[in-house]
């Protein structure tokens, strides 16, 4: 499997199930260190290869991150590596390898474990409100609560059901050639909306459509090829509060043709159009 190809989502064509895994032609054996057998490996990622002989439909933000740089993330991320070497000042020698094969690694590691506590806290908030509204129970933290309020307000307003919302609900076809997950789907009105959670920062600065991250109008933008009639919304939450805002995508079309764009090249770029399975 070549580099990055582990990264992309992939989705079964029919059923629109995430393939998580596909069948070794050859199961692969794990010895411990007297070479002893400890485990048997009949399963694997599935890669570029699978995808090409089954037509798996890749995810819309798989293309996204493959195409699109995310410069916000990357600022992101050397923002924080600053932060982190202020915290922990380099005290070696100087030289080239303590500073490249100690000090360096040092710094990414701290540094990743902090975005995994940004990620893990988002991944939370998600589930605290889907739990919520599919199974009805209560959220554990005060942010995941404030999220559910906001959202209660959001489908009052549009008189959207609670037993019309469904969440992590696959889209996509074959004719496409992609699928998504959008976070929440309110079948009565029409409405797909993707939840992203947010340091304060963040969350201050977004206050309209123009506002969202590029990533975020092309996921959108996605989501309008897969239902055109329905209306796109970005729900912002913060991780430190739980206060959401619900920003509806301007120009969807555009957004839409954009992400067209995004996806001809990816499929140029794969040498493989799901498209043309059909």
């Keep these: 499997m070549k580099k990055g190809e582990g990264n992309i989502r992939w989705y079964d064509r029919d059923s ?5 895994e596909v069948l070794r032609a050859t199961p692969k054996k794990i010895k411990d260190e ?26 819309v933000t798989s293309v996204i991150k493959d195409i699109v740089a995310a410069r916000a ?14 915290a922990y000042p380099y005290q070696g020698d ?15 590691g701290k540094r990743q474990e902090y975005s995994s506590s940004v990620q893990d806290k988002g991944k939370l908030l998600h589930k605290e409100k889907e739990l919520f509204f599919i199974e009805d129970i209560e959220p554990e933290t005060m942010e995941g609560k ?14 959207a059901k609670k037993e019309n919302m469904t969440c992590e609900q696959p889209f996509g076809s074959s004719s496409i050639g992609f699928a998504g997950t959008p976070d929440d789907y309110f079948g009565d009105i029409r409405i797909i909306n993707d939840l992203k959670t947010t340091k304060q920062k963040n969350f201050e600065k977004i206050k309209k459509s123009s506002h969202l991250y590029l990533s975020w109008k092309l996921q959108l933008g996605a989501y309008r090829k897969i239902d055109p009639e329905a209306r796109l919304f970005q729900a912002v939450a913060s ?22 764009g995004i996806f001809t090249t990816w499929c140029a770029q794969k040498e493989y159009d799901p498209r043309c399975a059909i």
């Excluded at 007297?34 to 995810?59: C, I």
């Design 34 to 59: 007297e070479g002893n057998v400890t485990a048997t490996l009949t399963h694997r990622k599935p890669s570029l290869t699978d995808a090409r002989k089954q037509f798996f439909l890749p995810s």
């Design 146 to 159: 404030n999220i559910c309020i906001g959202y209660q307000k959001f489908m009052n307003m549009w008189g």
């Design 16 to 20: 629109l199930e995430i393939v998580d």
């Design 239 to 260: 991780q430190e509060t739980g206060e959401v805002k619900f920003i509806e995508l301007e120009d969807p079309d555009i957004w839409a043709k954009a992400f067209d």
């Design 73 to 86: 993330l990357t600022e992101w991320i050397e923002e924080d590596c600053i932060k982190t070497c202020a």
């Design 94 to 108: 100087g030289s080239e390898e303590d500073i490249h094969d100690r000090y360096m690694p040092m710094i990414k």
